[in-house]
């Protein structure tokens, strides 16, 4: 394989008069910083790179190039800016690449459901489910001699007067009396707000009394006295009477009592402000501390209802957002970030944050609350106390639920625990427990749908993800009883390897010792492209269908950015044909049909491609290769990339293509099998129909599969035959015109591949204008002294203080940031130009002496020993 002329000085001592040359071309260790410069180019450079006149001569027309000439001097934020982007530091710099030349795949977040209103279950019917809807049919004794009995009242002689309804009467009044006047509203429903009032009054009197410790006689009579009230139609007083029976520290039926009236109260949107005038959800906490969800599951089960209601408003308009964002991103191009508009510095931010704190959202003061008495603590102990009974017997009935409410209820806690470090450490303790509840509800698919999810929202955190990749692969192992059966896979089931798919994809594009970890796990593996297959042999009958691949795929583009686990994967069995038959079907879909999930796919498939191939640039050296892998495939592969950029109309979708083949081109029988369906053509397509347009990453991507094409002998002649050359010197002029350090290197290094055979440099020389105008721009910009400022300036601007401080900007940052691009472009950019010029002087001196003889076995020497 060809590679890039090894970097040195420009003071060292040039080669002598017979060179062994060798072809340009990006290699593995220069690519990502390649990359990354031309995503800071491409944001800078929006004017076209070449003036009208040079756009005459290919016989194009101008779409709005400025033939500016020479570009403007940099000021000082702009060199700080570009140096900040060269050694990676941008602050608006997304990190997309990884080392090694792959780069990592971004999805949208799984698409949720949205429920018509608040159920516990939604449309899900789980045999022996408490209900949604409920009569409280107790509130009783705890230990009654006889159901309902109360206690008779202390006291003798005359009955002592009822109080009025003067408030300030109430503290004076005994228990007793209290009671009494609850029950003269006994059996009450509809009410007066004067009522209400008069209520709420006697229960909070009530409340501070019981919080005081009063005598345990009177548990049973207080609660007799509540009884009548829970018919009411009024949330607040359902709210007040839930107070008192939960600050008496009832167990058993009175607390599942108690629970079910605050979510009576909790399962209507417009109440959820009530929860914010007293300590009910505190209480709430505290009650379910002496409940098991084992032995009191029902009143775990509306708690951790009224928990998941009173916290989870705003989590399906988050999902939402999310997916808006990321569709408008889709079509621009941009699937990795979010559009803030004015993007803060992360600094600037965190200053303004604790200058201005953000004020919270009513769901995230809930969940403050929740935090702070200790809410997660709880649900992490219940939900061990529930593993632990599964890994002995099969979950079933009331603790099975139980399980589905609380995984949802800390679901709801993960999708507002954002700047509240407190909840998600509490979170982050919890990702193991959760992990082990999906691995007991293996064969009960609502309930692990739900656990699953929970994960999934806690893998977008990074503190809970750090926890996460340690259990890599044991994730990948609840993809197992995904692979049993055949037939369509239901929603439920396709919901699941969704979320597992993005927990997945979230964790491997974080760790690297989690991808190494996974693709060793022959289980996993196997489980992985069992459900690939099976996904790809059915036709995508729902939207669920699509985002299940897309995740799925994502976990191979992610994974493979390891290279150990890069190159392996490139000899596994069926992916290869997986990733080929998805390629040709979505794209052909797409020529039909345009739509979001189905470009998602693509570009997904796209990502996983780039990696790969990354890393197939040698033969395989094992053999035979496994059926259906890559490496059996790249024949076919090359082919249908060719076919497939053939028919694209959609220029992100072209920016995917060229970085996958610039990748796969690496590979000697890639480059000619591609060239042979008719790639060398369409890429100096691309080129032509981008040399004054707007797409910057396309340009620089197609000249890079350029470098790898022209590598092979058998391809400059046709280049030239296509006006290649006349091609590049007019993308070379439209560069240096503009400044662009980067683009001009790799046109320099597509130039100096096509001047390695000796035919093609004798026809150029010949002709003259070419090599010409090439050379007189590389020794006009090669020029040191063009860039900097001279004396005559500097002392002009000696009494400039905004240019004095300027220069002190600069100097101070680094005085060497700014022209590390250009130093790339200098290395280069000389060889080319001794190239050019012993060129030209091989053509007068040896023109009668067999030139093209000594050119060719240069050529055929150097070639041979690079392949």
Known sequence: MSLLLRRRSRSETRPQANPVEKTKQPDSDKLDKQQQQANHHQMRHHQPHASEQNLNKLGLVSSGSSGNGM??????????????????????????????????????????????????????????RPPSAFSMRYLQNEKPSTPRQLPALSGS?????????????????????????????????????????????????????????????????????????????????????????????????????????????????????????????????????????????????????????????????????????????ESSGESHSLPIPAPMPPALSAISTSLCPRKLTGQQTLVSRLARHGAVELMILHLQMLNEAGATKRLQGPPLHTLYQLSAAMRALADVSQQQQRLQLQLQLACPHLIRAAEVSMGEMEVQANVVRTLSVLSEDSDCCETLHNYAARIGLLLGPSCAGGGQCSERLLAVLSRLGYMLGNILAKHETARIQYFHNDVAMEYLLNILEQLNERSPSSVAHLDAQIKLIRVVANMSVNPEVGAGLGNVRSLGAVLLKLLSKTSEELTKKKSPEQQELLHATLGALHNLCFYQDKQAAVQPLAKGSLQSLIDDLSASLAKVLGNCQTSVTKVELARVLGNLTRNEQARRCFCAAGGLPLMVQQLTKQAAGQDYELRTCAIGVLVNLLGDGEQRGPFLQLRGAELLSLLLRGSLEQEDWFLANIVCQALWNLLIDGHCAANLCQSGHIL???????????????????????????????????????????????????????LVATDLLERIQNNFDR??????????NADNEDDNDVFIEEM
């Not at 060199?79 to 997304?94: D, H, P, Q, R, T």
């Not at 020794?779 to 240019?803: F, T, V």
């Not at 053509?843 to 093209?852: E, K, R, Y």
């Open 157 to 329: 002689g005359p009955a002592t007067p009822m109080p009025t309804r003067n408030g300030a009467l109430l503290c004076q009044s005994s228990t007793e009396t209290l009671i009494e006047l609850l029950k003269q509203h006994s059996g009450l429903k509809d009410c007066s707000d004067e009522t209400v009032q008069h209520i709420n009054a006697i229960l909070q009197e009530l409340y501070t009394r019981v919080r005081k410790q009063e005598r345990n006689y009177k548990r049973g009579f207080i609660l007799g006295g509540l009884y009548g009230l829970v018919e009411c139609s009024s949330p607040r007083v359902l709210l007040a009477v839930a107070r008192v029976v939960l600050a008496l520290r009832v167990t058993g039926s009175n607390l599942t009592g108690a629970c079910k009236l605050i979510f009576k109260v909790a399962r209507h949107e417009q109440h959820d402000a009530l929860f914010h005038e007293h300590d009910v959800l505190e209480l709430l906490i505290d009650g379910l501390g002496h409940a098991s969800p084992l032995d009191e599951p029902e009143a775990c089960i509306y708690a951790y209802g009224c928990i998941r209601f009173l916290t989870a408003s705003s989590a399906q308009e988050r999902d939402d957002a999310l997916n808006r964002n990321w569709i408008g991103l």
């Open 71 to 128: 570009g403007r001097r940099k000021t000082s934020a702009e060199l700080i800016s570009e140096a900040k982007m060269f050694l990676g530091e941008s602050v608006n710099a997304v990190p997309l690449m990884a080392t090694g030349g792959a780069r990592l795949v971004s999805t949208r977040r799984p698409i949720t459901p949205r429920e018509s209103g608040r159920v516990l279950y939604g449309k899900v019917a789980l045999a022996g």
């Open 843 to 852: 053509q007068q001196q040896s023109q009668a002496l067999l030139p093209q």
């Open 772 to 826: 010409d105008e090439v050379s007189d721009l590389l020794a006009d910009y090669l020029d040191e002294d063009r860039l900097s400022p001279g004396d005559d300036d500097n002392d002009n601007d000696e009494d400039d203080p905004e240019r004095e401080s300027e220069n002190l900007d600069v100097t101070e940052t680094d005085p060497e940031a700014h022209d590390a691009l250009w130093e790339d472009f200098a």
